[in-house]
């Protein structure tokens, strides 16, 4: 597996990806997202964004990880923050080492930008994720509900 930054040509590929992260998303958002992420031009109150795609060794994208730099966040004191904003690895190859790969390539990408913690997200349904983050070196910074909220 290899990580790499993302071509339009990922377009396609990363769209479905993404629907299969959130269900949810529409054509529409996905083509805010990709002007976003495929441009580097930050939306909202980010201040950069920034992307990796994983392929398998025969070139197909099988993951991708978006992550997006942030003047101030709640639940971090450190300024400034690096945000994980979605982290996707197709079920077959989860647990064999992609996804670390994208993490890494990610904090990398915030520690170049002189981010002092990496932050990130999930549903307190998504159990997968929860226990990834956690196998990755994540602690949890804050809970409600619906989220959890985690740093490293």
Excluded at 14 to 23: D, G, I, N
């Amino acid at each position: 597996m290899q990580v790499r930054k993302p071509h339009i040509e990922d377009f396609p590929a990363w769209t479905t990806m993404r629907k299969a992260l959130w269900p949810e998303t529409t054509p529409e958002d996905n083509q805010e997202e990709a002007h976003r992420i495929f441009s580097g031009y930050p939306i909202e109150d980010e201040e950069e964004t920034g992307a990796f795609m994983l392929e398998d060794g025969n070139g197909n994208l099988i993951g991708f990880i978006e992550v997006a730099m942030y003047a101030t966040l709640p639940f971090y004191a450190e300024k400034p923050v690096g945000f994980i904003e979605g982290w996707y690895v197709n079920e077959e190859y989860r647990k064999k080492g992609g996804g670390k790969q994208l993490m890494d390539a990610a904090a990398d990408w915030a520690i170049r930008r002189r981010c002092r913690v990496l932050g990130s997200d999930t549903e307190v349904w998504r159990k997968d994720s929860v226990a990834a983050h956690t196998a990755l070196g994540f602690t949890i910074v804050h809970r409600d509900g619906q989220t959890i909220f985690f740093r490293r």
